[in-house]
């Protein structure tokens, strides 16, 4: 029994510490660890739960990237980290650590967790240091009619300046998801329509030359 403890714990151990301490029950059965073992070590503290069939490892502290992933394991295959989170987490808006948020494929009620139903396109998948989360542009068509235009005009900028972000970029995203919420205020970001004030270390960047980059005055431009 104590051998098959051991095993139990190398088998957690080796897929949390992948997973920013994070293991889910199906992972763990998969990888051959027995449902009474599993209940034994929530018992004993060396997992704890975090949503149904989402655990931590005891050892581990807590943090936001095993919240942000937790939460997406706890909406199901296809769930992906969207919204303020995603943009978060990318660095194209600024503050606090959101809430989670997720956005999968079926309906699913997690405490804690924005979760929303959605489909979207493979294209639009990323794994962006180790999470499934939302791609850049289609991050940025996701909140564009939350942050307001200055606001979106600023996640475009960082987006282009972190990432090489384009307008030619958030198009295709549109294209595939032409009636998203907030359309208009991406256009007048692309199209420099509305002029947003930025930095002075915002303002004075160069971006290497060749790349279409976001313009807060006349529209996308190549330098």
């Not at 088998?11 to 009474?36: D, E, K, N, Y």
């Not at 804690?112 to 999470?131: E, F, N, S, T």
Request: net charge positive.
């Amino acid at each position: 029994m104590a051998q098959l403890d051991r095993s139990a714990d190398r088998i957690g151990a080796r897929l949390a510490a992948r997973q920013f301490g994070v293991v889910t029950r199906r992972q763990l059965l998969a990888a051959g660890v027995s449902p009474a073992e599993v209940r034994h070590r929530l018992g004993c503290g060396a997992l704890i739960r975090v949503h149904r069939g989402v655990y931590r490892a005891g050892h581990n502290a807590p943090s936001t990237d095993a919240s942000y992933l937790a939460a997406v394991y706890a909406c199901g295959s296809g769930a992906i980290l969207g919204g303020l989170a995603a943009a978060w987490r990318y660095g194209t808006v600024k503050g606090p650590a959101p809430p989670p948020e997720v956005i999968a494929p079926g309906e699913h009620h997690v405490t804690g967790v924005r979760a929303r139903r959605g489909r979207l396109d493979p294209l639009d998948h990323a794994v962006w240091k180790g999470i499934p989360t939302l791609t850049v542009p289609a991050t940025l068509v996701d909140l564009a009619a939350r942050l307001g235009v200055a606001g979106l005009a600023r996640a475009c900028h960082e987006a282009g300046v972190r990432f090489g972000t384009t307008p030619r970029h958030v198009d295709a995203v549109l294209g595939r998801r032409p009636n998203a919420k907030g359309a208009a205020n991406l256009g007048l970001v692309m199209t420099g329509d509305e002029r947003v004030a930025l930095s002075r270390l915002e303002s004075s960047f160069q971006p290497p030359r060749g790349r279409e980059t976001w313009s807060t005055a006349a529209g996308p431009t190549r330098a």
